[in-house]
C-alpha cells in the first residue's frame, strides 16, 4: 500500500496570499496517478487536480498541480476567502488507492 | 449533470451489516467504475473499493473479507454490503464515479455522503 503524507498539517493564511501544499508518497506513484481534492465542511471532497498537474473541470487557473515520482506539490497562487478548506492527496496508480491525511487552510 | 445519490440506514448494531445503495441520475452507469468511500467523524478519507459497470470489483485489503460491493445496470445503481460492523465503521459513507472509462481514475461526481453510525 502506497502512504501519502502531506504538510504542513495546517496553513494559516491571509486571502491574496500564495499556498503551497505538500505531499510526499511512501513509493513512487506510478505514471503520476496523483489527484488532488478540495473539502469544506459538510461537504463531498471535489476533484481539483488530475495527473498530478491536469485541472478537472471548472477549476479556476490560480489552482496548479506539480510533482513526480514521490513528491507532489499544490499552489495556490493567490488565496481567495472561498479557499478554506480542507486539500487531500490521493493516488490512483495501485491497489488500494490511498488518500493524504489532509492539508487544513484557515485564514488569519 | 450527473448525481449520485447514498440511500441505507443512518443506524446499525454491532456485528449487523450495513448496506447502502447509491443511485445514479443523470448519466450512464455503464463504461465507468464505481466507488465506495467512507470518513469518519472528523478524519480522513478511506477508499473501501470500486465496482466496474460490468460487475469486475476491486476491494481495499483491509476490509476485503467483509465487503461486497455489487450493481445494477438496470436500476442505475450499485450497492455496499459491510458485514460484521464495530464502532470502527461509523462514518461518513460516500458513492463517487471515476473521472474517466479509464480503470486508472480519480474521482470526479461524488454523492453528497451518508452518516452511519453503528450503535446498540
Known amino acids: 500500500e502506497i502512504v501519502l503524507t502531506q504538510s504542513p498539517g495546517t496553513l494559516s493564511l491571509s486571502p491574496g496570499e500564495r499556498a503551497t501544499l505538500s505531499c510526499r508518497a511512501s513509493?513512487?506513484?506510478?505514471?503520476?496517478?496523483l489527484a488532488w481534492y478540495q473539502q469544506k465542511t459538510g461537504q463531498a471532497p471535489r476533484l481539483l487536480i488530475y495527473?498530478?498537474?491536469s485541472r478537472a473541470t471548472g477549476i479556476p487557473d490560480r489552482f496548479s498541480g506539480s510533482g513526480s515520482g514521490t513528491d507532489f506539490t499544490l499552489t495556490i497562487s493567490r488565496l481567495e476567502p472561498e479557499d478554506s478548506a480542507v486539500y487531500y492527496c490521493q493516488q490512483y496508480g495501485n491497489s488500494p488507492r490511498t488518500f493524504g491525511p489532509g492539508t487544513k487552510i484557515d485564514f488569519k | 449533470q450527473v448525481l449520485l445519490q447514498e440511500s441505507g440506514p443512518g443506524l446499525v448494531k454491532p456485528s449487523e451489516t450495513l448496506s447502502l445503495t447509491c443511485t445514479v441520475s443523470g448519466g450512464p452507469i455503464i463504461n465507468y467504475y464505481w466507488s465506495w468511500i467512507r470518513q469518519p467523524p472528523g478524519k480522513g478519507l478511506e477508499w473501501i473499493g470500486h465496482?466496474?459497470?460490468?460487475?469486475?470489483?476491486n476491494y481495499n485489503p483491509s476490509l476485503k473479507s467483509r465487503v461486497t460491493v455489487s450493481v445494477d445496470t438496470s436500476k442505475n445503481q450499485f450497492s455496499l454490503k459491510l458485514t460484521s460492523v464495530t464502532a470502527a465503521d461509523t462514518a461518513i459513507y460516500y458513492c463517487?464515479?471515476?473521472?474517466?472509462?479509464?480503470?486508472?481514475?480519480?474521482?470526479?461526481?461524488w454523492g453528497q455522503g451518508t452518516l452511519v453510525t453503528v450503535s446498540s
Open positions: 513509493q513512487s506513484v506510478t505514471s503520476s496517478y
Open positions: 465496482i466496474y459497470y460490468s460487475g469486475g470489483t
Open positions: 463517487a464515479r471515476s473521472y474517466s472509462v479509464s480503470y486508472y481514475s480519480p474521482f470526479d461526481y
Open positions: 495527473g498530478a498537474s
